[in-house]
């Protein structure tokens, strides 16, 4: 099926208030039209509600403000509440797209099957690297191999100045202090990927989960992780690379498979998924990373946040917003919220997919 073209906010309106079929919907385009007196108002003509990851938050604020001033009377909110929270949601008809740091089970995948009386379908839509976030005056740059934070996680290590922290950074004073270490205490995207690359590389002991296994304190979402940080010396965490960022934490060099201690940034980010590949069927798109074959210069604890929708009965408003989420102008200011746009390759398989069931 050909692409919709939207010429104008008319149609756009005039699609919208279709799709709501509602009285009230047809009094916003009539006020929005000039109404009895005349002026011209804008009027919210429809609205949808998301919910779920809290490590695309910074993204979706972008762009909803983005959106909304680009449509006036449309409007999109979002609810950053967590990946589990948010596949919940839409299995249980409470949002109209859910945001996950993480596919869903198969169990999950058939309740928001019969919710969409269909398929649902992953879009890949922002990659949110993770950042070993710290606080520790003393050593503002601090690199660390993946079995050596397998070791910290895990609670085996328990002092900055641990043998294994002082092999991967030579030349540099390191104080005996007690590390402190936060993790997630609420089921986490963030948390599955993290673990999802110290048990590829790292020999992490568990299998990957978006509950935390290891060793700390639990801390609820990114905010709280970031303030939990930035108020305790000596401590360790993980975190979304945007929110570490805005709380002017340091974040950790991490050694990649090419056996260099890659610092954080879009860029580097964005070269983790280089060799990532999809493996959805029907055209899902959800990604698989390669931790094992990471390129130079590429920082390997990266995450990719799905946008989780309807694939066959497509809310119109929905498609709209993602067709600008997944446009050059919604990738190209990325960057500037901590986060890195999608690789072309995959960008461009998204728009595909959006095009097929716009």
């Not at 385009?29 to 429809?46: K, Q």
């Not at 909304?68 to 919940?88: C, D, F, K, M, W």
């Not at 639990?218 to 940080?229: D, F, Q, R, Y």
């Not at 919220?337 to 390759?345: F, M, Q, T, V």
């Amino acid at each position: 099926m050909p692409r919709l073209k939207w010429t104008g906010k008319a149609a756009l309106v005039a699609v919208l208030v279709l799709a709501a079929g509602t009285a009230a919907a047809l009094a916003a385009m009539f006020l929005s039209m000039g109404g009895e007196n005349g002026v011209r108002t804008e009027p919210i003509a429809a609205s949808i509600h998301g919910s779920g990851s809290t490590a695309q938050k910074g993204a979706m604020d972008a762009w909803v403000a983005e959106f909304h001033r680009i449509h006036p009377e449309l409007r999109v909110t979002y609810e950053p509440n967590g990946s589990q929270a948010g596949i919940r949601d839409f299995i249980a008809g409470r949002n109209a797209f859910a945001g996950s740091n993480v596919p869903m089970s198969p169990g999950e995948q058939k309740g928001a099957d019969r919710r969409c009386a269909g398929r649902a379908e992953h879009l890949p839509m922002v990659v949110a690297p993770i950042a070993v976030a710290y606080n520790l005056a003393s050593v503002p740059e601090l690199k660390l191999s993946p079995a050596t934070l397998t070791a910290i996680f895990t609670g085996r290590v328990t002092r900055w100045n641990a043998p294994e922290i002082a092999a991967d950074n030579r030349g540099r004073r390191l104080p005996g202090t007690r590390i402190h270490i936060f993790h997630r205490s609420d089921e986490s995207g963030t948390t599955h990927n993290f673990t999802a690359f110290l048990r590829a590389v790292g020999r992490w002991p568990q299998q990957p989960s978006r509950t935390w296994t290891g060793a700390g304190r639990g801390v609820l979402s990114s905010s709280g992780m970031t303030a939990a940080l930035q108020r305790t010396v000596d401590s360790i965490g993980y975190v979304e690379y945007g929110f570490a960022s805005s709380a002017r934490l340091p974040t950790g060099a991490i050694r990649n498979t090419a056996g260099q201690f890659a610092t954080l940034s879009p860029d580097s980010a964005s070269q983790a998924l280089e060799g990532a590949t999809t493996v959805g069927r029907n055209g899902d798109l959800t990604v698989a990373f390669d931790y094992l074959n990471m390129i130079d210069g590429a920082y390997p604890v990266v995450q990719v946040t799905y946008e989780i929708v309807w694939a066959n009965n497509p809310d119109p408003l929905v498609r709209t917003f993602l067709d600008y989420t997944a446009s050059d102008a919604g990738q190209s200011y990325l960057a500037l919220h901590g986060y890195a746009p999608l690789p072309r390759r995959l960008l461009a398989q998204v728009r595909l997919r959006l095009g097929a069931t716009s």
